[in-house]
Structure formats: structure tokens, C-alpha cells
């Protein structure tokens, strides 16, 4: 029986071993796609407990705690900090199979030296020793960050923000990790949501661009994305949660965005002709600006109407939608190569039924001389954990290059969770390892490390156009 968690935790064979410890496990960091606050790390944070770092805004462990029975006062509610930290502790002791239960020990023992298993009996020891040492220099926002030999860092930013942080942060001369930002312009394609002209709002005083037709409005759009360029910006983001096309014209969107305007009801086919339209003119600004645009394709949010009410959004309450993607994504990304002005993009599927279509998609439009200039996407949300991990890479790995594969990102409002990107690489090493101990793939050590810290750091560095220091 293998000890808990050890150095060879999740590596099931000596292929897996070597790879990892001699080839992934001291390469960089490279997180172009998380949630952290650049105002968070401009302002250098300290944080007065680890609740406060760990179960803030964990809609995860959030998510677990509720199925433990254990009331909302001490997930989101007003329960002080301690409470609910021994409320983790009660639940996590219990999340066998989960990858919450690896997650936590990790960051137990890479940032604190914490060893322990965490539950009820150890839970106040653990608080108070993580509260030491979170009072130190060492433990603010940038030195972990530091710490964890992270290169990049690509937050997500609406296209109304300022920016203000990143540019500060840009001016800090000793820290030298780059920290971009990553346009998000969900916003602007949902016209038929509540909010929308109290975003237009927001949008007209920053660009200073008085919105008054659908030309005006993409006017002040390419406004912020020509700011967001010149900040650093490398890549886009957008949340897909249905995958929409239906054919139109610029006529046609000017005459059903005058709709908006006035406040008159759309019908579903105007509005996924504005969406299809708008996400399309900004693919071709990406593809201008050498961006890469990332598509998150298939959440079912904010399911309990109670709750949201309540607590609002990213709380805990999505899940996985099933709609079928295939044709409009293949419409849409034809469209765009039709006219040569495909961006490097990269595909998440939320749904591991779409693992295959997705891998099967991706070499549709590849080209243009750039390796894996369409990505399908590590297992994302539901799918970041072992099983979830391994299906999406051997999908890619039977149907397309898992060589070129830009490789993980942490997706994360935390501060403590790149020990995930550990995780990840222990079971890519451990997949490989398998099918060179099984006689698929030869033992050469140098094509496979090479291999393994391309997909670790170095196929990302190539791919995202960010100039790093050495």
C-alpha cells in the first residue's frame, strides 16, 4: 500500500516518476486563464486567516459543504471565520474521491508544511499554524504567487475596467511576474439580460463614445479592445453557455440593436443573429491583434432561482448543460476561416460528452503555420479533476496532438491554488509513464521530457504572444 500523498503521489510507475520529478515538476507556472484580483495583487494583500484566502469565493467547497448537511451560515452566511473553517474540516474529511480532498493537502503542504490530514481533531492546530504563518511577509498576495514560480498571470476583466491595477502593477519594477489582463465581453452579447444598459452606461463614459446605432456600438467595443492591447492583453474570454449561429448582415443587427435601444422585445432568432454577428466581429479583432480567444462552452448557471436571489451568481448553483454544439460551432468557426480571419482559439467543453467533438473540431481549422492554433482545452470546472483530466487528454491525444496541448490553467479566484497545476502534471507524467511501461510509445527520456514540459509551460509561452523576461 502506497503511503497518503507522498512524492509520488498519483505517479503509478518509475516512467511516471522520472518524468515528473526530473522533467515537470520545476517548470514555470504559465496561468492564462484565472480570476485572481489584479487589485488584490497591486495592493500586495495580506490575509488575516486562512478562511478568508481558502473559503472566500470557493463556490467549490462551497458546493461540498452544502451536501454535508452543513447550513449556509457558516459557507456564505455570517458565522465568523473559525466556524466556518471547522465546517470545512468536517466536510472534507469526508470528500473521498473528490479532488477537493487532494487540492486542500496540497496546499497544506506546499505553502504551510502542513503534513497532517485535515479534519475535526486537527482542524484547530491547522487553523492556527496557517494564521502564523499567513502573518507573515511571505504569504501576501505577490509573494505567493512568486512562490510558486508563476511567470504569468492572465485575470478576467470586463471591457468597461480601467485597467487601472494592471498598469500599476506593470510600474512595480520588483515584481517581476507579468500580470495581464483578459477581455471579457460576456456583457456586451447579452443585450437581453437584466443590467444590460447599466452596463451600456458604464461603457459609453469609458470609451467617451456616445452609443447611438449598432455601428456607434462596436465603435466604443473596439475602443476597449485596442486599450485592453496596448495594457498587454494577449487573449479573450467568453462564456458560451449556449453555442449560437444563425446567418445575418450588418443591416440587419443595425435594425435589431435600434430595437434595444428603444427597449422593444426581441425575438430568440434576432437575438442569436446580434450575438453571432457581435462575437464574430470580435474574433476578427482578435485575429487582428494576434489574440487567442477562449471559448467556455456549456454551463447551465444559476439553477436555483432561490439561492441566486439570495446570493447571487458564482455561488454554487451551475451545473452542466447538454445542448448540442457541433453544427453552430462549426458554422461559426467556418465562417471566420472562410475569410481567413480565424484567431488562435481554444475550445472547453463543460460537458465530457463533447470531449470527442470537440477533439474532432479543433482539426477542422488548423494551419496558418502555428502548432495547435486551435486548442481544445484542458478539463475545465466540473471536468479539473483526475477522470475529468484524463479523459479530456487522451481524446485529444487519440484524435489530435496532445504534444501541442498549452496544458493547464487554474481557473481560480485563490491565491493558494496552483498546487492544481502539480496535479495536473502528476497525472499527465502518470498517462504517459502508462503507455510507455505498456509498450506504446518507446523510453526515450529526452522526447518524452521535452514532451512533458512543453505541454507543462513551454507550448503555452510559444503560443500566447507575451514577450516574459528570462
Known amino acids: 500500500m502506497k503511503k497518503f500523498m507522498d512524492e509520488n503521489f498519483l505517479l503509478n510507475n518509475s516512467v511516471a516518476e522520472e518524468l515528473y520529478h526530473n522533467y515537470a515538476k520545476e517548470m514555470p507556472i504559465y496561468d492564462y486563464h484565472c480570476h485572481l484580483s489584479p487589485e488584490e495583487i497591486y495592493h500586495n494583500k495580506s490575509y488575516k486567516n486562512i478562511t478568508e484566502v481558502w473559503l472566500g469565493g470557493d463556490h467549490y467547497k462551497w458546493r461540498a459543504m452544502r451536501s454535508n448537511g452543513i447550513e449556509e451560515k457558516y459557507i456564505t452566511g455570517d458565522a465568523d471565520d473559525f466556524e ?54 511571505d504569504f501576501t498576495a505577490k509573494e505567493l504567487i512568486k512562490r510558486s514560480n508563476v511567470k504569468v498571470v492572465c485575470t478576467t476583466d470586463d471591457p468597461t475596467d480601467s485597467l487601472e491595477y494592471h498598469i500599476k502593477i506593470k ?36 470609451s467617451n463614445i456616445k452609443v447611438e446605432s449598432y455601428t456607434s456600438y462596436l465603435e466604443a467595443l473596439n475602443n476597449r479592445v485596442d486599450h485592453f492591447h496596448k495594457v498587454g492583453c494577449r487573449v479573450s474570454d467568453h462564456a458560451l453557455d449556449r453555442v449560437f449561429y444563425a ?40 485575429n487582428e491583434h494576434g489574440w487567442a480567444m477562449q471559448l467556455h462552452i456549456g454551463a447551465l448557471r444559476n439553477n436555483n432561482t432561490r439561492m441566486f436571489h439570495r446570493l447571487g451568481p458564482d455561488t454554487g448553483y451551475d451545473s452542466i448543460n447538454d445542448e448540442t454544439i457541433a453544427i453552430p460551432l462549426s458554422r461559426f468557426l467556418d465562417g471566420l476561416s472562410k475569410e481567413d480571419e480565424l484567431p488562435k482559439t481554444i475550445l472547453y467543453c463543460l460537458n465530457p460528452n463533447d470531449n470527442y467533438i470537440l477533439a474532432t473540431m479543433i482539426g477542422n481549422f488548423q494551419g496558418g ?54 496535479y495536473f502534471r502528476r497525472i499527465l507524467c502518470n498517462l504517459i509513464g502508462q503507455w510507455v511501461e505498456e509498450g506504446e510509445f518507446p523510453y526515450d527520456m529526452e522526447n518524452l521530457g521535452s514532451i512533458v514540459k512543453d505541454i507543462c ?10 514577450v516574459l523576461e528570462d
Request: glycine residues 6%; contains cysteine.
Open 84 to 137: 466556518k473553517f471547522m465546517a470545512w474540516a468536517k466536510t472534507v474529511s469526508i470528500c473521498i474521491g473528490n479532488p477537493l480532498y487532494h487540492w486542500t493537502h496540497l496546499e497544506l503542504q506546499r505553502y504551510f508544511g502542513i503534513y497532517d490530514v485535515l479534519n475535526e481533531s486537527t482542524a484547530e492546530v491547522i487553523w492556527n499554524k496557517c494564521n502564523e504563518l499567513l502573518a507573515k511577509e
Open 171 to 206: 510600474e512595480d519594477k520588483d515584481f517581476h511576474v507579468k500580470v495581464l489582463p483578459t477581455f471579457r465581453p460576456d456583457k456586451a452579447l447579452n443585450i437581453e439580460k437584466e443590467g444590460f444598459f447599466d452596463w451600456l452606461e458604464n461603457l459609453m463614459t469609458i
Open 247 to 286: 446567418e445575418t448582415n450588418l443591416q440587419e443587427v443595425e435594425t435589431i440593436f435600434r430595437k434595444v435601444l428603444a427597449k422593444e422585445s426581441l425575438t430568440l432568432e434576432e437575438i442569436h443573429k446580434f450575438k453571432t454577428y457581435t462575437l464574430q466581429h470580435f474574433a476578427k479583432k482578435y
Open 369 to 422: 503555420g502555428i502548432a495547435g492554433k486551435i486548442q481544445f482545452g484542458s478539463g475545465w470546472w466540473f471536468n479539473d479533476q483526475k477522470e475529468g483530466m484524463l479523459s479530456q487528454m487522451t481524446a485529444l491525444a487519440n484524435l489530435g496532438l496532445l504534444s501541442r496541448f498549452v496544458g493547464m490553467l487554474t481557473d481560480s479566484r485563490s491565491f493558494l491554488s496552483y498546487p492544481r497545476h502539480e
Open 457 to 466: 509551460y513551454n507550448n503555452a509561452k510559444k503560443y500566447f504572444d507575451i
